[in-house]
Nanobody, 128 residues
């Protein structure tokens, strides 16, 4: 079992930056691919970014490419989402998730139902 906890959300003006953290505890000796999803009010949970189990492979949804960067520090059991040039459309609750079945290298999924472990979410609000 893996427990995930997000932090780092908040209120920021358009054009600003935030860094979200996803801290893992439990069976952290097993490296899982970790993804960030976001869910705005009235919308389904949508894929944002993914980092493979080795930290080499990363994937992003088109709307955040060039603005967001996902990284992992396995010594700290933490995955980060660096978000730059934020705009009001980025306003959402952000969730991190880990998947037991894929590796994020040769097998990749961006579907929320495929992920096994989830954090409780952190709110990001971008004002115009």
């Amino acid at each position: 079992q893996v427990h995930l906890e997000e932090s780092g959300g908040g209120l920021v003006q358009a054009g600003g930056s935030l860094r979200l953290s996803c801290a893992a505890s439990g069976h952290t000796d097993i490296r899982y691919p970790v993804a960030w999803f976001r869910q705005g009010a009235g919308f389904e949970r949508r894929f944002v970014a993914l980092i493979g189990k080795t930290g080499v492979n990363t994937y992003y949804t088109e709307s955040v490419k060039g603005r967001f960067t996902i990284s992992r520090d396995d010594a700290e059991n933490t995955v980060y989402l660096h978000m730059n040039n934020l705009n009001p459309e980025d306003t959402s609750v952000y969730y991190c998730a880990a998947d037991r079945e894929t590796d994020g290298i040769f097998s990749v999924t961006t579907r929320a139902p495929d992920y096994d472990y989830w954090g409780q979410g952190t709110q990001v609000t971008v004002s115009s």
